[in-house]
């Protein structure tokens, strides 16, 4: 009984997320045991399908820690990659320099939301909704074409397969072993969400963002800069999202409008899955990870499948946001009588 | 001198100042570089013509704007899944009429159970909406992010992910014109739509109960209106609009397509209702002033596309606009100045 | 020594727009001394803190504190607190979702290799609690912990930042028996370690319980600092009201009414509201103008609310003319034939958009029914004829309500009830902030109501209002009834006693 009252409502709801994860997974293994769902590299792909989520979703989280929302993102994806596309490929610029450009760009796009928000007190939701209308339709003024990126450096980055050979691997007709691997781009998001997650455990920036989450005007009380570390997540969101975007341009080699549609809701959904309170205070960049690979399983279902559309994968993220939505809803009620 | 500047300062504080300004603004701007853009002509039996179109394409918007607005007045957030409603009350209008089939010559069920059934599904969809922020007290954006994304998703599956025809032409006289009217149909369907609202409102007590929860939710409760049920009515109601909305919108292309029907209109709307002079956060509204957002921001889209914008070009300068007009509205940023001018003063006087 | 002065205040005067909020008010704290600061509303207390932590800027004065030879202005509360100056409001301010460790240190989280230490700052944080004789669990979230923790554990945080001034406003009002008992014991324990405490706060009892010293303001202006022995309690209450105790000329009564009977109008037994208001026995009789007195904080409007169902009570028995009702809503007290003006006119009574004659006709309205509407002819009838009635000064009816004064404002609200024709009517505070004249109408009109048969409840702050108006009062007193006053025993004297309870022999 006494055991029972020490876990609170978000470790519960943190809980719930891995369980259902491993439960997914578990009934994947099957399900489609005979199309090799048990293979490691079927979960390594998890992580390198979704690489630039996991990076978004870990900005997502901060910002939603704070209270805010951030509904830009894949807009903003869709920008970067257009970008990196076009000056790559059509100016013919370096991949370094053209990623140096690209993450500037999401840095100022952060300062100015971040602005709007924290300083002229705009709700979070009609600034992103600006700026996520605003950087689709940037992407459009830049090209409305598909680019394809061809850069040998960038494909470099994107293609140089990382083995993990302790994983074992499967030898082909041809006698060549094919082991395990990963891309680069998995280490990348791996590295950023084990730098926010120390960021927000470790620093006193980190620790005033769940205070300003907690309680606004207390943090104020307090004495903790509550506008500059609004601003400041934003900035570092906004950063993290061109990143995040850098990451995707690398899964996919091109840039084009409708580009990364509707992953503002995947950023958000795992968010939430993974145990962020919409009302702030509360978040976890590992709960979000969770998140993501729920979703990534997700998806893996709906390609072993085979004959499912892939709208399937947006209609269920859609419920399982609900889902965890009211389950938070109903967790805060039975608090509040508590 | 005082005298003018007392009848400037009369003119700007009235409520419809701003989207009649923009309006005229639009409107003039046209005027100079298209000196066409007034022309009218009739062809086969219809009117023809930039302002024509303007004023036909705006329906959509108009309707969708009319639930929008008191969704926003009600609870001071807004409905972005109005686009996506759009597309479902599509497509389950063109499966019911279709029978399931891609593409047919004839209504395979009566044209008015179509109708219904779209309505229905935007019904539907507001009350979805309308529970989670009404009785669940979720943020209105958050709420309806949900159906934002998913909905196109469920407007693909009832199509299959195709685009479902309907070649049968009293199916596209809602979209277009009925034979014998110069006029066309949606102009007269979102003046129905106005109207009735405007009645709604008028001879119900729901346009003073939604303002009254939208300005003092607290007062409210102590004279025994229950704010959580007018919030839920307001989004069933914004579903409603969407899915008349969608109704017009799929008569015009004669067919679901899930993917473009009502695509970015979300934001055209929120911007109707702040063009509108309407507070996004919520109180006192004025219908008439997102009926005229709605057109001034057709007419805006349909002077960008003459000068050769494309449609998925158009949000950037909307997306300004928006942020222009609610920084605007901003307190803090009136704050902000009125302490730049005293610094300024202060410091002059120091000089 | 322990009785040195920690903080000096002298002189200090603030204006806001057309009130003199603090007029040459002095205030001088020692060391290991428990200072109350005492006043009803508009008395300046909470100006006058708020001068202290920087919140307000004042006019004129001086502020010196123990230990810096120039006087200080703070401009924020940080300010403030690095001049030693703490404060731990009513509303904890704290972050619930952080952990108890973590709201003690945040902002000054002991480090290592840069990053914050999460060891060590547990370890400190349970150090300074178990200090304070609290021994709890410091890395749980705070909301794990009940309200009287919270506040103690935002003192802690308060004394461990900057010893040497405490200001504590009204920490105890949401605190139970037991709790404020804790929290007392914390106090003393500060005492004893030299901190200078400034307590804000309506309990009497409580003022008699830990403080040294009194110090009472009133209209903006001191009225005396005193020592808490030699200061009986019905003098206290008459120097914050203003009266003195022993000027004994009784006020005129003017057409009060007689009109008594024997039918209860509403008839309550052990009704009460955890924390808000203990259970309370009340028979209110069709006709009468029934009074709730007591200070500031009393209980009187959560009283009124429990009636009204706005804050539905959690056990208690409640009948309405003689039948027994369950008000879950205040629409179901408004079928039952009750209204209630609210206490805080801005934040819910009026709806400040919308015009005079919506704000009129909107009760009546809802008691209506969303189906069927008032036609406008008739909404403007009933306006105008609440207007004239009222004398409600305003342009027009369709004017909106922000732009008419307060008084204006608060028959707007008033009419707005009567239209819906009470049975029963609870005024809380319904001449607070208006002007003299429109005081008197309202006063007058209550005498009236109660003439034509409606039964009323009169919450007022001020005694003279309070005798002029009702018929019988019900005596209030840390948020429970505590006895009822007669027609015959309606006089300062008795009423002043009845607040200040206990003690009143000296």
């Known amino acids: 009984m006494k055991k029972r009252e020490k876990i609170d409502g978000k470790v519960f709801l943190l809980i719930i997320t891995i369980l259902l994860f491993l439960v997914m997974y578990a009934a994947g293994l099957i399900i489609f045991k005979s199309k090799g769902f048990a293979k490691p590299q079927v979960f390594l792909n998890l992580f390198i399908s979704n690489a630039g989520l996991i990076v978004i979703a870990a900005g997502m989280t901060m910002v939603m820690i704070t209270g805010g929302i951030d509904i830009s993102v894949g807009s903003i994806v869709a920008l970067t990659c257009m970008m990196l596309a076009w000056m790559m490929e059509i100016k013919g610029m370096g991949a370094v320099p053209a990623l140096v450009i690209v993450l500037i760009m999401g840095i100022v796009f952060g300062l100015v939301q971040g602005f709007l928000i924290a300083y002229l007190k705009i709700q979070p939701f009609i600034v992103t909704l600006a700026g996520m209308f605003f950087a689709r339709g940037m992407t459009a003024i830049i090209s409305q074409e598909m680019i394809s990126i061809k850069n040998e450096m960038f494909l470099k980055w994107a293609k140089s397969k990382i083995n993990l050979t302790f994983l074992g691997g499967t030898v082909n007709k041809k006698g060549v072993v094919n082991y395990s691997f990963i891309y680069p781009s998995v280490i990348i998001a791996l590295i950023v969400l084990i730098g926010i997650f120390v960021l927000l455990k470790f620093t006193k920036f980190g620790r005033t963002i769940y205070a300003v989450g907690g309680n606004e005007q207390s943090a104020l009380m307090m004495g903790l800069n509550v506008r500059r570390t609004k601003l400041l997540v934003y900035v570092i969101n906004g950063f993290l999202c061109s990143l995040g975007g850098f990451l995707f341009a690398l899964n996919t080699c091109a840039g084009f409008v409708e580009q990364a549609k509707g992953f503002e809701m995947e950023a958000i959904a795992s968010a939430v899955i993974g145990g962020t309170l919409l009302t702030g205070g509360v978040g976890n960049v590992f709960g979000s990870l969770f998140g993501v690979l729920i979703k990534g399983t997700i998806e893996t279902f709906i390609t072993f499948q085979g004959t499912l559309s892939s709208w399937w994968t947006k209609i269920t993220i859609a419920a399982l946001l609900a889902f965890f939505i009211i389950l938070q809803s109903l967790f805060a009620k039975a608090k509040e009588k508590h | ?351 | 020594m322990p009785n040195e002065i920690v903080l000096s205040m002298k002189n200090i005067s603030k204006t806001f727009p057309g009130v003199r909020a603090l007029d040459h008010v002095d205030f001088t704290l020692r060391s290991g001394e428990i200072h109350a600061l005492m006043g009803e509303n508009g008395a300046g207390k909470s100006t006058l803190i708020k001068v202290l932590t920087g919140v307000e800027e004042f006019e004129s004065g001086e502020i010196k504190i123990e230990g810096e030879s120039q006087m200080i202005i703070n401009h924020s509360p940080q300010e403030a607190q690095e001049h030693g100056i703490s404060t731990v409001y009513q509303e904890v301010n704290l972050c619930p979702n952080l952990s108890v460790a973590e709201n003690l240190f945040i902002g000054r989280e002991p480090k290592r290799a840069g990053l914050i230490d999460w060891k060590t700052m547990n370890r400190k944080a349970a150090e300074l609690l178990s200090k304070l004789d609290m021994n709890i669990d410091v890395t749980k979230a705070l909301e794990n912990y009940s309200i009287a923790l919270q506040q103690m554990i935002a003192i802690a945080r308060a004394v461990d930042m900057s010893a040497k001034v405490l200001i504590l406003d009204e920490p105890t009002s949401s605190l139970d028996d037991n709790e404020v008992e804790k929290l007392f014991r914390l106090m003393k324990r500060l005492k004893a370690d030299g901190v200078g405490i400034i307590f804000v706060t309506h309990f009497l009892e409580q003022v008699y319980e830990v403080c040294d010293k009194i110090t009472v303001l009133r209209n903006g202006g001191l009225v005396g600092e005193y020592e808490v022995e030699k200061l009986p309690r019905v003098q206290l209450v008459a120097k914050m009201m203003g009266k003195d105790f022993d000027d004994l000329e009784a006020i005129k009564k003017e057409g009060k009414t007689a009109g008594k009977s024997s039918e209860a109008v509403i008839d309550t037994k052990g009704i009460g509201r955890q924390g808000t208001i203990k259970p309370y026995d009340l028979q209110i009789y069709k006709g009468e103008v029934i009074g709730l007195t007591g200070l500031l904080g009393s209980g009187r409007s959560e009283l009124a609310r429990s009636l009204y169902g706005a804050d539905k009570p959690d056990c208690g028995e409640l009948k309405v003319n003689g039948k027994t009702v369950v008000l879950h809503t205040p629409l179901d007290a408004m079928m039952a034939g009750m209204a209630y003006l609210p206490e805080n006119r801005k934040e819910e009574g009026i709806v400040a958009d919308l015009s005079v004659r919506e704000n009129l006709i909107l009760a009546l309205q809802a008691k209506r029914g969303m189906f069927h509407p008032i036609g406008s002819k008739e909404q403007e009838e009933l306006a105008n004829k609440y207007v004239k009635l009222l004398q409600i000064k305003t342009a027009s009816l369709d004017t909106p309500v922000r732009s008419l004064s307060g008084g204006n404002q608060q028959k707007v609200i008033l009419g707005r009830w009567l239209l819906t024709d009470p049975d029963f009517l609870i005024l809380d505070e319904p001449t607070r902030g208006i002007d003299v004249g429109t005081k008197t109408e309202i006063q007058k009109l209550v005498v009236q109501l109660a003439k034509e048969g409606v039964t009323v409840m009169f919450i007022s702050s001020e005694i003279e209002e309070m005798i002029r108006t009702c018929s019988r009062m019900a005596v209030l007193r840390d948020r429970e009834k505590v006895s009822e006053l007669m027609e015959d025993e309606l006089d300062q004297n008795h009423i002043m006693k009845a607040i200040a309870g206990g003690g009143t022999d000296e």
Do not use: H, W
């Not at chain 2, 685009?163 to 979102?190: C, D, H, N, Q």
């Open chain 2, 1 to 351: 001198m005082n005298k003018g500047k007392a009848f400037i300062k009369r003119l700007t504080g009235y409520r419809l100042f701003l989207p009649l300004f923009c309006l005229v603004l639009v409107l003039f701007s046209n005027l100079i570089k298209t000196p066409g853009f007034f022309e009218v002509t009739i062809k086969n039996g219809v009117l023809y013509g930039y302002i024509i179109d303007v004023i036909n394409r705006a329906s959509d918007l108009v309707i969708l704007a009319v639930g929008m607005t008191l969704v926003v007045a009600a609870s001071g957030g807004t409905d972005i899944s109005v686009g996506a409603v759009m597309s479902v009350a599509g497509a389950v209008c063109c499966f019911i009429l279709s029978g399931g089939q891609q593409s047919v010559n004839e209504f395979v069920n009566p044209y008015i159970l179509g109708v219904l059934a779209a309505i229905l599904a935007g019904i539907l969809c507001g009350c979805f909406n309308g529970f989670l922020v009404a009785k669940l007290k979720i943020q209105p954006m958050v709420a309806t992010l949900i159906l934002f994304t998913a909905g196109r998703g469920i407007a693909q599956l009832i199509t299959k992910g195709q685009i479902t025809y309907i070649r049968v032409e009293s199916y596209k006289m809602l979209g277009s014109s009925i034979p014998g009217i110069p006029i066309p149909t949606p102009v007269f369907v979102a003046l129905i739509v106005v109207l009735l609202t405007y009645v709604l409102l008028k001879k119900t007590t729901l346009g003073l109960y939604i303002q009254t929860v939208g300005i003092n939710a607290k007062a409210s409760k102590l004279m025994g209106i229950k704010s959580a049920m007018i919030i839920f009515l307001s989004y069933v109601f914004c579903g409603l609009c969407a899915g008349i909305s969608g109704l017009v919108a799929s008569s015009r292309i004669y067919s679901a397509d899930a993917n473009n029907i009502g695509l970015n209109l979300e934001l055209d709307a929120i911007l109707a209702v702040a063009l509108g002079g309407n507070s996004l956060a919520g109180g006192k509204f004025s219908l008439l002033g997102s009926v005229i957002g709605a057109y001034t921001i057709q007419a805006l889209s349909t002077t960008l596309y003459a000068m050769g914008v494309s449609p998925d070009q158009i949000p950037v300068y909307k997306a300004i606009v928006v942020v222009v007009i609610v920084a605007l509205q901003s307190t803090e940023l009136k704050r902000m100045v009125s302490k730049l001018q005293t610094n300024v003063k202060s410091g002059k006087k120091v000089a």
